[in-house]
């Protein structure tokens, strides 16, 4: 039985201090702590020690838990908010009341009789609360913590060398600790001297490191995707400033200055100014009285100041208007998948920014029955083969169009919004055939192709996460590569 | 968007269809299912349809929408005789007014209920939260017409609703939860907006309160409705809508007289609106007839009017009516979105990427060759993370949010390298090394440009690394570059370079210092590049156009 020279040194080294972990055995020979491991499966292959692999789960507090810990769980809070009862109306008042009300009234802290919240004075701190000031210490609360997303495990693995009697024994017999070869050397190749060099052996047994390679993140290999597919069916791809004149924004697609979109607490607004293109007074006048269509426009007022103000584009809508104003003649196929800005506070399932997908198709002679066409296509393309459609609102298209897709897990899930651009959209750009337009928020196909919950893992990216995701995101469905461009 | 509870008894009893038939169509004329109870459900419906926003409303829909009552519903008004003034001062500040008396109302708790959400539901959507539309609605019989819309003193006192003792209507903004919640439409004007009746006694304090005075309670059999506001158009639809949703249960509508005017007349407006057009909007074959026949479904009267033309008569209610499409997506809407045959347009055309993207896109590829892995920071952030962690001072051209919502998100990211230093931040306890890169716009001043950033972390990153990955990345996108030392106070003195084209700094690389990495609770050096992408040849010339 052959031992290599570090298989030989290790055992030696074991035989001194009978059992210890890689890291302490690495220092001594000076090797890597990974090196030490794969010499050790290789002599426990051989039955001269053993290697015990361990993993141990440490705990730590989440974000949410942390904050816990230091301000106390919900209920507590809650419990202490009030005296001995509460009006149950009064209490759902409560910024914790959600969580809160249901865990107080699990745990037996409190009854609820006749829409009142009365203490039980059965409320001393019980194993969740004593786990949440001391995670590391395990316990009873910890599994209540871990499904309430309070804690989250952290698994580490840890390795244990011990030398077996017949380990000793090879030692006790003398070890030849002549040379092996590991790395071979160009000169070694070229000479041919390879041939007389006892190559050293590498044990399968032990895990190779792990290497993560240069990558793009999943969603953006999901943004790719998508463009892709728009780029097969003909599409032009548009971009453009993130900052947007509300006249952009909003006027030219017919929105209304007083639509409660533009207010203040939905849309960021900036105190920059962009002046009003040429020409401006079509689309002024759309709104006072719908201009040269059959329509009767807003009424009420318009002001040109408004129209001035910089927003952060809510849309990308403002760039498809743009692109139309500039190339009002047919045929026009454009999209644009970009960043778009809502006021909204962040949480799971809302961020201020986020990816919308958008395209335009402008003809002669298309109807809506290729809109309802395309998007059909659209959607099969991403790998939804049930599509359907139902009556939406969207103040600047008519008829307008909301697509649902079926997802197994959850049922119809609506899939962002579409219709033929109004006339008084068009009209004051000189456009003459009718628009199809159609948009859709790409995080949520996102969440549902990365099996994510919580939207804010897409931009401030835990790289643990984004390593260990695959870059083909493809694999077990229908979407095949070569079937794209058909 | 408002929420409205139908209960199946009573849209059962209003409509003769059983509830099982109403759930499966009511997503079929344009509204979202919230909640469906064991004797309601909760229906979400579109802010262009507030005629929907009860259950008469919803009634009336689907009766022609499921055949069962169709065409045009008809109202009739006689006068009621009662005068209403509209004092010229209110010109500036409020000066529309609508109003109606419906006699014989048969109210119990729940009606009243559903009364007050019609009118929250309206006040939201046509009232833009009351500052263009405020309804009031009085027992009839507790007051003396004639009525006077006026500008009143700020002095003046009335018993609010909800209250036991006379308050000014100064008193009311500043005391009353209502006042409080709606003073802003009203404070800035030298007088406010008062409903009063023969004998001095105040009705109503719009857009605010109305007064104990004119309760209306399950007693009441005759109603007073007025509505007041700073857009004739919108102040009429309130009217109009909730007229007709009282009518349906049974009350009679009648006019005021306002001045020259008597109203409501709750008349249909005409349109001739071509079949041919329809049909070429919509896709599908349809003739006078046809159309006539989808029209009637939705209410509308409908007849044909010629070859090619259909006279419309669009109920008084459809506020949303604008244009001639509005009725061809009605038209769509009968006909029914599910027998739609969808079709791929023949248009033709060749995709072509845009050339941001696609240099953005071979950025992506060789930042990734170089082994970096890609992250898709926010572009909204704020000083610390853009200026102070940095030790950069921030610069001019930075671009605030007006009303930021909270502090971490106050001003648009002028540069990548400060949000990859964030990133680092918070995967501190992943596995080293790390190598991380964002591709994605700025903004500066208004103007948004493309740019790439990427930053090495591990023990012995130092500023050789970050030179061979500026000069590869730079070679790679075709970019020709003259190196100079940076004064750059983000990265060591000594260890820092511009990198310049065409006589242009175009961008900085070199080591972090480690007062920065300090400031971000780094623990190891870190290399970094960042470069301005309008150098890549073939960059539009001019940023920002679509």
Redesign the interface.
């Known amino acids: 039985m052959d031992l290599s020279l570090n298989e030989k040194r290790l055992l030696h080294l074991l035989e001194g201090v009978k059992s210890a972990d890689p890291e302490t055995l690495a220092a001594g020979m000076g090797v890597s702590p990974e090196s030490v491991t794969q010499f050790a499966y290789l002599l426990a292959d051989r039955g001269l020690c053993t290697v015990e692999r361990e993993t141990r789960s440490t705990f730590h507090l989440t974000e949410e838990g942390e904050r816990y810990a230091r301000e106390g769980l919900p209920e507590r809070q809650l419990l202490a908010s009030f005296e001995k009862s509460i009006p149950l109306q009064e209490l759902t008042r409560h910024p914790l009341a959600r969580i809160g009300i249901g865990q107080m009234k699990r745990k037996g802290w409190v009854v609820i009789r006749g829409g009142i919240v009365e203490k039980t004075g059965r409320d001393s701190p019980g194993d969740d609360e004593r786990a949440l000031q001391d995670p590391s210490q395990g316990g009873p609360g910890l599994e209540e913590l871990r499904r309430r997303n309070l804690v989250a495990e952290h698994q580490e693995t840890r390795y244990r060398i011990s030398i077996t009697p017949e380990g000793i024994e090879w030692v006790r017999r003398g070890l030849d600790m002549s040379e092996e070869t590991g790395t071979l050397t160009r000169e070694q190749i070229v000479s041919g001297s390879w041939r007389d060099l006892k190559l050293r052996k590498y044990s399968l047994k032990a895990p190779p490191r792990?290497v993560?390679?240069?990558?793009?993140?999943p969603?953006?290999r999901l943004i790719?995707e998508m463009?892709e597919i728009?780029?097969?069916?003909?599409?032009?791809?548009?971009?453009?400033?993130?900052?947007q004149s509300a006249f952009w924004n909003f006027d030219a697609l017919f929105q209304p200055q007083?639509h409660?979109a533009r207010e203040?607490?939905d849309t960021?607004?900036?105190?920059?100014t962009?002046p009003l293109p040429g020409g401006y007074e079509r689309v002024r006048d759309m709104h006072l009285f719908?201009g040269e269509?059959?329509?009767?426009?807003?009424?009420?007022r318009w002001s040109r100041e408004r129209a001035e103000q910089?927003v952060?584009r809510t849309h990308t809508t403002s760039?498809s208007i743009?692109?139309l104003a500039?190339h009002p003649d047919?045929?026009v196929?454009a999209f644009?998948i970009n960043?778009v800005?809502r006021?909204?506070?962040?949480d799971p399932t809302h961020l201020?920014?986020f990816e919308q997908l958008e395209g335009i198709?402008m003809?002669k002679?298309?109807?809506?029955?290729?809109l309802?066409?395309?998007?059909?296509?659209f959607y099969n393309r991403m790998g939804f083969s049930g599509v359907?459609?139902?009556?939406?609102?969207f103040?600047y298209t008519?008829?307008?169009?909301e697509p649902e897709v079926y997802v197994p897990a959850l049922g119809w899930v609506?899939m962002g919004g579409a219709g033929?651009f109004?006339?008084?959209v068009t009209a004051p750009f000189g456009i003459r055939h009718?628009v199809?337009a159609w948009g859709l928020g790409v995080s949520r196909i996102a969440m549902l192709r990365l099996g994510l919950s919580d939207l804010r893992l897409?931009?401030?990216?835990?790289?643990?996460w984004?390593?260990e995701t695959p870059s083909w995101l493809g694999g077990g469905d229908s979407r095949v590569e070569g079937q794209r461009c058909r | 968007m408002p929420v409205i509870r139908l209960h199946y008894r009573y849209l059962e009893r209003m409509t003769g269809v059983d509830r099982e038939t109403l759930l499966v169509h009511l997503p079929m004329i344009g509204s979202d299912i919230e909640r469906i109870e064991e004797d309601h459900v909760d229906v979400e419906f579109f802010p262009c349809r507030p005629d929907l926003f009860s259950a008469e409303g919803v009634a009336r829909a689907m009766k022609g929408f499921l055949g069962r009552e169709t065409g045009l519903p008809l109202y009739s008004v006689t006068p009621s005789g009662v005068e209403f003034s509209v004092d010229p001062a209110l010109a500036g500040i409020r000066p529309f007014l609508g109003s109606a008396v419906i006699r014989n109302v048969n109210l119990d708790e729940e009606s009243i209920l559903s009364l007050m959400g019609l009118q929250e539901a309206l006040h939201w959507a046509v009232g833009r939260g009351r500052s263009k539309v405020a309804i009031g609605i009085h027992d009839l019989d507790a007051v003396t017409p004639p009525f006077s819309y006026i500008a009143a003193e700020k002095s003046r006192a009335f018993v609010p609703l909800d209250f036991d003792r006379e308050m000014t209507l100064d008193g009311i903004l500043q005391e009353h939860p209502k006042g409080k919640a709606y003073a802003h439409i009203v404070r800035d004007f030298p007088r406010y907006p008062l409903i009063i009746d023969a004998r001095e006694r105040v009705l109503s304090f719009p857009p605010i309160i109305n007064g104990e005075l004119t309760r209306v309670t399950e007693r009441t059999k005759n109603l007073l409705l007025d509505t007041t506001g700073t857009d004739e158009r919108a102040v009429a639809t309130a009217v109009d809508i909730i007229c007709t949703a009282l009518a349906d249960t049974g009350a009679t509508i009648q006019s005021v007289t306002i001045g020259e005017r008597e109203i409501p007349t709750l008349s249909p407006s005409e349109r001739i609106v071509s079949s041919d057009e329809a049909s070429a909007l919509l896709g599908i074959p349809l003739d006078p007839a046809m159309l006539s026949a989808l029209l009637l479904k939705m209410r509308y009267g409908a007849e044909p009017a010629g070859p090619s033309n259909v006279r419309v008569l669009v109920p008084c209610y459809r506020a949303d009516i604008m244009h001639d499409w509005d009725v061809f997506e009605d038209a769509a809407i009968a006909y029914g979105y599910g027998n739609f045959r969808g079709e791929l347009p023949p248009t033709f055309t060749i995709g072509s990427p845009h050339p941001v993207m696609a240099i953005y896109a071979v950025t992506r590829e060789i930042l990734c060759g170089l082994g970096f892995q890609e992250v898709l920071p926010f572009t909204l952030t704020n000083e610390r993370v853009l200026a102070t962690r940095m030790q950069r001072p921030l610069k001019d051209s930075v671009l605030r949010v007006l009303h930021p919502i909270s502090e971490e998100q106050t001003m648009v990211r002028t540069d990548l390298l400060p949000l990859l230093l964030e990133m680092c931040q918070l995967n501190k306890h992943r596995e080293l090394p790390q190598r991380l890169f964002a591709v994605g716009d700025v903004v500066e001043g208004t103007e948004t440009l493309p740019r790439a950033a990427c930053v090495s972390t591990h023990p012995s990153a130092d500023f050789s690394e970050a030179y061979a990955v500026a000069d590869a990345l730079c070679r790679e996108l075709a970019v020709t570059i003259m190196v100079t030392e940076s004064d750059d106070p983000a990265f060591i003195p000594g260890r820092r370079g511009t990198l310049a084209c065409a006589g242009r700094d175009i961008g900085v690389f070199g080591e972090i210092h480690p007062a920065v990495l300090n400031a971000w609770e780094l623990e190891h050096p870190v290399a970094a590049v960042e470069i301005d992408l309008t150098a890549v040849p073939g960059y539009p010339g001019q940023p920002g156009t679509p």
Not at chain 1, 398 to 401: A, I, M, N, Q, T
């Open positions: 792990r993560y390679p240069g990558k793009i993140h969603y953006q790719g463009r728009l780029l097969c069916m003909g599409f032009s791809e548009i971009y453009g400033g993130l900052v007083d409660p203040m607490q960021f607004y900036l105190k920059e962009m719908g269509t059959s329509s009767t426009g807003w009424g009420g910089c952060l760039l743009q692109h500039n047919p045929p196929k644009c960043r800005y006021r909204e506070a962040v201020p920014e198709v003809d002679d298309v109807t809506f029955r290729h309802l066409g395309f998007l059909k296509e359907r459609f139902r009556p939406g609102y103040p008519e008829p307008s169009v609506e033929i109004r006339q008084e009718p199809l897409l931009y401030k990216s835990d790289i643990g984004v390593r």
